[in-house]
């Protein structure tokens, strides 16, 4: 099993910046993918961003490309996601995910992901 733990969410005025963090624990040894994914109320789960173990393989929602930026420290099984320019709509609470290489065939997808955290809230005020 894996255990993801997210943290670094809080509420941020539009045009702010947060960073959330994804410490992975327990038998890492097969993750070869880590990302994010979000689910505002009322709406579906949403993919954010996903980054291949060693970082060579990213992947980002068209909603968020070019204003969050995923990372990865391997050396402390850690995903990152920097989110810059907030906006009302990024308003969610967002989830880390990880999984095996299966993830990349359908990286936009939750089914294809085997762990979950908890979640950590994040709220833009406009």
């Known amino acids: 099993q894996v255990q993801l733990v997210e943290s670094g969410g809080g509420l941020v005025q539009a045009g702010g910046s947060l960073r959330l963090s994804c410490a992975a624990s327990g038998r890492t040894v097969g993750v070869h993918a880590a990302g994010w994914f979000r689910q505002a109320p009322g709406k579906e789960r949403e993919f954010v961003a996903v980054?291949?173990?060693?970082?060579?393989?990213?992947y980002y929602a068209d909603s968020v490309k070019g204003r969050f930026t995923i990372s990865g420290d391997n050396a402390n099984n850690t995903v990152y996601l920097q989110m810059n320019n907030l906006q009302a709509e990024d308003t969610a609470f967002y989830y880390c995910?990880?999984?095996?290489?299966?993830?990349?065939?359908?990286?936009?997808?939750?089914?294809?992901?085997?762990?979950w955290g908890q979640g950590t809230q994040v709220t833009v005020s406009s």
């Open positions: 995910v990880a999984g095996s290489e299966r993830i990349w065939f359908r990286p936009a997808s939750p089914d294809e992901y085997d762990y």
């Open positions: 980054i291949s173990r060693g970082g060579s393989l990213l």
